[in-house]
């Protein structure tokens, strides 16, 4: 699984609208919006590259930084690129934006 980038606490009620980690889409609704299948999002959590959180019911559950990356993959999955391969394109091209955020946040400290 990717790193959770965001290192702060646990926001409010109030703050879950902006919180781009909060599960706030069902395996369906999510399926729904990328335009793909729930099978799909399995197998997005079988190789590892997105652990959707569980409802107290069992129900998966996705945040919009899930779906951001599962999107990638799709992209890449529908340009002939083998599922394996997509989700380690993904991870390595988000640990990348990760160290350019931190590489820039260093910079300014200086």
């Not at 889409?25 to 335009?35: F, I, K, P, S, V």
């Not at 919009?64 to 990356?69: A, P």
């Amino acid at each position: 699984m990717i790193p959770d980038p965001r290192g702060t606490p646990a926001p409010g009620a109030g703050d879950k609208f902006d919180d781009e980690h909060y599960p706030a889409y069902t395996m369906g609704r999510a399926a729904e919006m990328l335009g793909t299948t729930p099978g799909f999002l399995r197998s997005l959590d079988e190789a590892k590259l997105i652990e959707p959180q569980r409802s107290a019911g069992g129900h998966r559950r996705y945040s919009r930084y899930q779906l951001r990356l599962a999107a990638r993959v799709r992209e890449l999955v529908d340009q002939g690129t083998g599922l394996d391969a997509a989700c380690r394109i993904v991870t390595l091209e988000d640990q990348l934006h990760e160290a350019q955020r931190l590489n820039a946040a260093l910079r300014q400290q200086d």
